[in-house]
């Protein structure tokens, strides 16, 4: 038994070396071809200081999204945005809220995208 083994030691090496390489290779082509968990995502252009404006960034499809943005829990603004395939889109602050308005706490933007997908990003003033 150990004779056949040690007959094959290389047979056996290259194949299982083989198979590996081709079940990652699969694998690497799935997910660079379907980004539809990553398709979109948004951000604070800041996250440390008290300004809210972000921006979006679209990986998938060209599409047109929703957003509002809440201030504890009362929707300030809202509004749809078209952003193409990988375009950035910035959204100043003076943009979200009415100029001189003051206010604190909990600040929550949700985007959301026809196909039913959700973001949110949330800070704290």
Not at 57 to 73: I, L, M, P, S
């Amino acid at each position: 038994m150990w004779s056949i083994f040690q007959k094959n030691t290389g047979k056996i090496f290259g194949g299982m070396f083989v198979f590996c390489f081709v079940v990652l290779s699969f694998a690497e082509y799935v997910s660079v071809h379907d980004r539809s968990f990553l398709a979109w995502r948004i951000e604070f252009v800041d996250p440390t200081s008290k300004d809210l404006s972000f921006q979006m960034q679209n990986d998938g499809q060209a599409r047109t999204f929703r957003y509002v943005v809440y201030v504890n829990k009362r929707p300030m603004h809202e509004g749809n945005v078209a952003v193409g395939t990988g375009e950035i889109k910035t959204f100043p602050q003076q943009d979200l809220i009415d100029q001189g308005a003051v206010f604190q706490g909990k600040v929550r933007i949700h985007m959301e995208d026809p196909q039913g997908g959700v973001r949110e990003i949330f800070k704290i003033l």
